[in-house]
């Protein structure tokens, strides 16, 4: 079966650093993916990860390691408008194909305070 | 660039009616795929279309079904509809839904079964 396990909720304070971890089981793995979701909205793309290691982008970075089946998103200097959920999604490969469906932890909800 | 639209937006229905919702990709997109969010389950994949042939399935009943059309658009269908039903239905299309190929979210639309 598959697997996917993040922390519920989040606190942190404005100017700081939050890790957002994300641990996941599944066989057929083609890649690993971030996005954010405010509330009300549609979920938006942050960051995709296939390969092990660190991808930087901006303020945000994610990390990933294969073996461990581990990945998390970094992310600097928090502004207010960072508050929102923040989903883990792992792209189980369909047969031996590049394709395959995208299955979503429940989310990370951002509180980010003053 | 047009987003990802999806109609309607909210819909009402009472159990044992059914109902179609309509997505329509980001222009040049292929690859269409239908979610269902709920707070207690999160976001859930339903299928993914490609060149109009349903290309990968999640674990939802037979009365979930949908299809595309020869312009990417799709549409799912919801039969006998069951108050558990309710949730937010959302469509995501990518290029080609393969490897890194990010999804674009549409705004969803709501559906709330009495």
Known sequence: GQNIDQPTEMTATEGAIVQINCTYQTSGFN???????????????????????????GRFSSFLSRSKGYSYLLLKELQMK??????????KRHG?????KLIFGQGTTLQVKP | KAGVTQTPRYLIKTRGQQVTLSCS????????????QTP?????FLFEYFSETQRNKGNFPGRFSGRQF???????????????????Y?????????????????????????
């Open chain 2, 40 to 44: 207690g389950q999160g976001l859930q």
């Open chain 2, 90 to 114: 959302l469509c995501a299309s990518s290029l080609t839904g393969q490897g890194s190929d990010e999804q674009y979210f549409g705004p969803g639309t709501r559906l709330t079964v009495t």
């Open chain 1, 82 to 91: 960072d508050s929102a959920s923040y989903l883990c999604a792992v792209r």
């Open chain 2, 70 to 88: 020869s312009n990417s658009r799709s549409e799912m269908n919801v039969s006998t509809l069951e108050l558990g039903d309710s949730a937010l």
């Open chain 1, 31 to 57: 890649g690993l993916f971030w996005y954010q979701q405010h509330a009300g909205e549609a979920p938006t793309f942050l960051s995709y990860n296939v390969l092990d290691g660190l991808e930087e982008k």
């Open chain 1, 96 to 100: 031996s194909s590049n394709t395959g």
């Open chain 2, 25 to 36: 990709p980001i222009s040049g997109h292929r690859s269409v795929s239908w979610y269902q």
